[in-house]
């Protein structure tokens, strides 16, 4: 593992364990203050809804602008953002949370394309799937260890603790950034108007076949990880009859199995094709969720979705780093970047019309048969990648460039 890729990957794990002891300490903290659920739900609409709006933008920034020194900036402004969070101490202070939710929603994209497009350029292309599963672990090892200090630190000195710690981990991740060594500006920096280039980002999504088929996957995925987000703290509950305990127990089981994943995939990824692993990998995936939220209609305990959730790991860690790989092979480095921005804002919008429909359609059939289409969906979703996706990937050729710009 090269230094530069190193650089990235500690920067990474230091702000996104920032990242979600904040996301786990706010969600904790804004019912205290307000008792509200419906204050809670505004919080996420807070957190989604401005990434989805600037994801495209984000992508084109990324490809006209030094991806190292945007990521940069962008942790040092998200660092500067964190501090109106020292003001709230009281539910009539609560507003001052979804202006910074929705600041950090507004700069996080622009680091996660130039992300996306940055670490290709720091590795080999034989290396693609190892640093891909790698950085996959590395999420995977932050949200283990950020939920648990998010829940600490909200209860020894609430909002304003998480917003100085998070800041911290924002400006140690931009320092450890700023030491990479990689300065080559992208093709292509400057060459046409902002919304030219954001249309140049679909039509290449749209003209390449393997990237089709990566849109559609994530267009159907995203509607299914949607509804896990939404129903599954009721299927604990409401279902398997675990308390906030159990919960908490799923969840931290399901980030230990994401890593026993991921150190596997580390170590033998490489030796299988990206595709076979991203179509394959759903699959698996997508059968093992869909025992997970069917079981109980022979046994509603507890245990056997402990066992399950650890189980998804593996197929889940197979899956993420296939599919960016194959992602990355499809884009050349000239306009990954937008390409990358046009796909998370049709996954936002993907995760937020599923989110809707989840919740309202939980209420009229129950949550069962809702949750399981997560698993149907995922299974479908990787034999269309295994039927459809080319055996040989072509980035997207540059004259699709130039019918627009």
């Not at 800041?167 to 950034?177: K, N």
């Not at 399901?254 to 490489?270: P, S, Y």
């Not at 990998?281 to 507890?302: E, I, K, N, Q, W």
Request: aromatic share 6%; hydrophobic share 55%.
């Amino acid at each position: 593992m090269g230094r530069d890729l190193r650089l990235l990957l500690t920067a990474n794990l230091i702000s996104l364990i920032g990242d979600w002891m904040l996301r786990t300490g706010v969600a904790y903290q804004i019912y205290v203050l307000t008792g509200s659920t419906v204050a809670s739900a505004a919080a996420v609409l807070a957190s989604l809804v401005p990434s989805i709006a600037l994801g495209s933008l984000a992508g084109v920034c990324a490809d006209r602008w030094d991806r190292r020194r945007t990521m940069v900036g962008v942790n040092v402004l998200m660092a500067a953002a964190l501090l109106p969070l020292l003001a709230v101490g009281n539910a009539g202070k609560a507003w001052i949370i979804y202006l910074v939710l929705a600041a950090q929603s507004c700069l996080s994209p622009f680091f996660s394309s130039a992300e996306a497009a940055l670490l290709p350029t720091l590795v080999p292309q034989d290396r693609l799937v190892t640093a891909n599963a790698l950085n996959a672990q590395v999420r995977d090892i932050a949200r283990l260890a950020g939920a648990a200090l998010g829940g600490v630190a909200a209860a020894a000195r609430g909002i304003a603790l998480l917003g100085a710690l998070d800041a911290v981990t924002f400006l140690l991740s931009a320092g450890l950034l700023l030491a990479i060594r990689v300065r080559r500006r992208p093709e292509h920096a400057s060459r046409a108007h902002p919304v030219r280039e954001w249309m140049q980002g679909l039509t290449i999504a749209l003209g390449n076949h393997a990237l089709r088929v990566f849109l559609a996957f994530g267009l159907v995925t995203g509607i299914g990880e949607a509804v896990i987000g939404t129903l599954m703290a009721p299927f604990v509950r409401d279902v398997l009859g675990g308390n906030a305990q159990a919960f908490g127990l799923f969840m931290a089981v399901q980030a230990i199995g994401g890593l026993g994943g991921g150190l596997i995939v580390t170590l033998v990824g490489h030796r299988f094709a990206p595709r076979a692993m991203f179509g394959w990998g759903a699959v698996a995936f997508g059968g093992l969720d869909l025992v997970l939220f069917t079981y109980p209609l022979l046994t509603p305990t507890l245990w056997p979705a402990v066992g399950l959730i650890l189980l998804v790991g593996l197929p889940a860690a197979f899956l993420a780093a296939g599919s960016m790989t194959v992602f990355q092979q499809a884009t050349e480095d000239g306009h990954r970047g937008r390409v990358w921005g046009a796909i998370v804002t049709v996954d936002g919008i993907a995760i937020l019309v599923g989110s809707v429909a989840a919740g309202t359609l939980a209420g009229w059939w129950g949550i069962l048969p809702v949750i399981a289409t997560q698993g149907v969906v995922y299974a479908l979703a990787g034999a269309m990648v295994l039927l459809c996706l080319p055996r040989r990937l072509t980035p997207a050729p540059g004259r699709l460039l130039s019918k627009i710009g």
